[in-house]
């Protein structure tokens, strides 16, 4: 569209930008890159000319596309036919191919990917995702590549407040509920019983994946780095008073402190001294699956005191990648919006990111961790990456931005900003400027979301390969991420990734945006399932199965990651512990994760499961067949009233409680209460399946606009319960009409079946920019 741009905006070259924009190029773009803010303002302004117009065919395309799958349900249905028999797939499949919705499949292709870090190409470990708007945020998850296990195990359900039961392993608590439990601790205090139950997870986990020659973690008194010959092994003494080791003596890697043999009268009666001199102090470094475990032993901390090897802690090597995320997760409406999220993105890649908070009145600064050093076991001193190695996820195609227009006032494709803003401050790390490394490999990893099929990822190659040529940067420095959530790119995701083949470091399944794209994609050929039955549909199966078939027969076993979704209930850590494991037994090289804590326990998972062996398993299997992954995932008979209501009132529910903190306080991924109060990770990917259930069952009849309108109406009321603690908190229910988080809200539903693809992005991002213009005129 075209813009008038105002007086105030700041000419760059041809281009007019925001002052705000331009103040971040000038002041944290591009200093030390050896490149001028001029010029930045003028490579941005050739790739707008080059690629625009391939953009708007690409966008043009995907209208098109949509349209004649919309004429061939509704001929269909007109004709009596149901598209949700069975007898119908073949026809079709076969119009899907006919109009250049399935590519003509060109064989096998191979990625040629190099120079891809090891924590990406070699070492299977969970994923972070983090909105980039918020330094703090970013800065827990660039830190979260060590965690810690007893915190983690402490802090959430993993571990119930009930007696420790003896023999019990990894387990370590007794799930009996008819039995007393424990008394519960003071308040803030620290609980000893479940502290107990903790270290008898510990222990059992240790047994698991480093078990020993003989005896168990639980009867371990002391332990210390001894030199046999000229290599360093683990020594061991138990409660018996007789010593051991590792059952692979090769786990053990290295040491660092104070850990010495133990004297000659061996340990005392009491129980956790082991009758030394002095306490020991010192950190154990084991390695399995290539991820790192550090034993803490600290006689004098007061949960190394109750620790009869002295252990404090677990710090264990969690998630070793990190997505920066431009994108879902943040509310970046606007020039303001954007210059915060580059900010924190210049911050991270110089290596000079802080975030000031307060904590327990006491101010403090959030740095970037240092690396981790000790003596291996030849006692050379070695170093051990101290952050994750970070990605940039950058807005879609589909997204254009008035904070630079063009001489004729039309706005700038978002990505192209972001692309080259990404490029332009990885360039401190790529040249060896930084405070601190990134990629020891030299290369820039950006995740492109929202591709429909191998024209459009073809189109972010070019991109891409002329911010290389801008820059001065080696050929495929900058890596692909390939979102795997849009029908078409599932579809074809083998021609997607030949598109990309030399470039490509990741492709992932996306659920939820996924499940938003078959319903529009669908959205006329009949009424869809209910939301919670989504995952029993054939479709969802079948795309999971592909997209991990067509890595693995792609080569990108020790090249590039296989990754799935994110795990939705942040406080729910024993349910993820519990069935998380299915995403590395499915072949996945990472999966994402809500928080360090939850990197920390999902990291059990890579010790439990030998990823690089089960994807060779999984490759002896039949591929997963397309047809399955093309069934419109439609209701065979229709719900019942109550069915029908209680499925409305869920995702009315759910949509608005994400968007009114979305458009009040431009919160772009937030925990938001279920009808059930139940904390669930939002975002709009979240969004935009619950937006579009509802307008395919508005379309098809199984509720009238009164039905939405109605429940809309009666979920802002308990919307506005479930906040009303929150004092920034505006309530919706007293003006619905005049509320433009209601509104818009409503919107999503009303508008559903016509805004392009389903995304959401496009009324929130005008609602937003309202609210904001509001809050202005109020202050």
């Not at 983090?130 to 590549?145: E, G, Q, T």
């Not at 931005?401 to 692309?419: I, Q, S």
Request: proline share 6%; aromatic share 6%; net charge neutral.
């Amino acid at each position: 569209s075209v813009v008038a741009a105002p007086e105030w905006y700041t000419p760059c070259g041809q281009l007019r930008v925001h002052p705000t924009l331009v103040a971040v190029v000038e002041e944290e773009v591009c200093p030390g890159t050896g490149f001028s803010p001029a010029y930045f303002w003028h490579c941005l302004e050739q790739a707008v000319a080059e690629l625009r117009p391939e953009v708007e065919r690409c966008l043009k395309r995907r209208d098109d596309l949509q349209a004649q799958i919309d004429a061939f349900y509704e001929r269909s249905r007109a004709a009596g036919t149901d598209p949700a028999k069975p007898e119908m797939r073949p026809q079709c499949q076969s119009f899907l191919r006919e109009i250049g919705y399935l590519e003509e499949d060109r064989g096998p292709v191979s990625v040629a990917t190099q120079f891809v870090d090891p924590e990406i190409a070699l070492i299977p470990a969970p994923q972070l995702v983090v909105p980039s708007d918020n330094a703090r945020y970013v800065l827990n998850a660039v830190n979260s590549r060590w965690g810690s296990l007893f915190d983690a195990l402490y802090g959430f359900d993993v571990v119930p407040s009930t007696a420790v039961q003896a023999g019990t392993g990894g387990a370590g608590f007794d799930l009996d509920t008819s039995k007393a439990a424990a008394p519960a601790p003071q308040a803030g205090g620290y609980n000893p019983v479940r502290g107990e139950a903790v270290i008898e997870f510990a222990n059992g986990l240790l047994d698991e994946i480093a078990p020993l020659a003989s005896g168990s973690w639980a009867q371990v008194t002391r332990l210390w780095p001894k030199f046999v010959g000229s290599v360093m092994q683990l020594e061991l003494l138990l409660d018996s008073g007789s010593a051991t080791s590792l059952k692979t003596p090769s786990l053990f890697v290295g040491s660092t402190g104070s850990l010495g043999p133990p004297n000659a009268q061996g340990p005392t009666a009491a129980a956790g001294k082991s009758g030394a001199a002095l306490p020991d102090k010192g950190r154990i470094f084991l390695k399995h699956n290539n991820l790192h475990l550090i034993l803490e032993v600290d006689r004098e901390d007061p949960v190394g005191r109750t620790s009869l090897s002295g252990i404090k802690d677990i710090t264990v090597e969690s998630a070793l990648t990190a997505i920066l995320d431009m994108e879902d997760s943040v509310a970046a409406v606007d020039a303001d919006d954007k210059s915060r999220v580059y900010r924190n993105i210049c911050g991270v890649y110089r290596g000079t990111l802080e975030a000031p908070f307060v904590k327990d009145g006491k101010s403090l600064v959030r740095r970037p961790a240092a690396d981790v050093w000790l003596r291996d076991g030849k006692g050379d001193a070695k170093m051990l990456p101290g952050r994750v190695v970070c990605l940039v996820r950058n807005v879609g195609h589909h997204m254009f931005t008035d904070m630079v227009l063009t001489a004729d006032g039309r706005m700038v494709p978002e990505g192209f900003v972001d692309c080259l803003v990404t490029v332009a401050a990885a360039l401190q790390d790529l040249r060896g400027t930084s405070e601190l490394v990134n990629s020891r490999m030299g290369s820039v990893y950006i995740v492109k979301p929202k591709m429909h099929g191998p024209q459009e990822v073809a189109l972010t190659a070019k991109l891409f390969g002329r911010a290389e040529e801008f820059f001065g940067l080696r050929r495929n420095t900058v890596k692909m991420g390939i979102m795997d959530e849009e029908r078409r790119t599932s579809a074809n995701l083998r021609e997607c990734i030949r598109a990309a083949s030399e470039r490509v470091f990741f492709i992932n399944t996306g659920f939820l945006d996924r499940t938003g794209d078959e319903i529009h994609t669908c959205m006329l050929a009949g009424p869809v399932v209910r939301k919670a039955d989504m995952k029993q549909q054939s479709w969802i199966k079948a795309y999971e199965d592909a997209n991990v078939d067509i890595g693995l027969f792609s080569g990108f076993q020790g090249k590039a990651q296989i990754g799935k979704g994110m795990w939705a209930k942040p406080d729910s850590m024993k349910a993820m512990l519990e069935t998380k494991i299915a995403e590395p037994m499915a072949g996945a090289s990472t999966a994402w994760v809500p928080s360090p804590s939850a990197a920390a326990l999902h990291s059990i998972h890579y010790h439990r499961v030998d990823v690089p062996t089960r994807q060779m398993q999984l490759a002896m299997r039949p591929p997963a067949r397309q047809e399955r992954l093309l069934e419109p995932p439609l209701m065979q008979a229709r719900p019942d009233a109550e069915a029908v209501q209680h499925e409305l009132r869920e995702n009315a529910q759910s949509i608005l409680g994400y968007v009114v903190r979305w458009i009040d306080m431009g919160v772009g991924c937030s925990k938001v209460p279920d009808l059930s109060n139940v904390g669930l990770m939002e975002d709009r990917a979240t969004l935009r399946i619950s937006s579009q259930l509802m307008a395919n069952w508005l379309h098809h009849g199984l509720v009238s606009e009164d039905d939405v309108r109605s429940v809309f109406a009666e979920m802002a009321r308990v919307v506005d319960q479930q906040n009303a603690r929150d004092k920034g908190y505006r309530p919706m229910a007293s003006n619905l009409d005049g509320n433009i988080a209601f509104q818009a809200s409503l919107k999503l539903v009303l508008d559903g079946k016509r805004v392009p693809n389903g995304y959401t992005e496009f009324t929130l991002h005008e609602a937003r920019r309202k609210a904001k213009t509001v809050l202005s005129a109020r202050l």
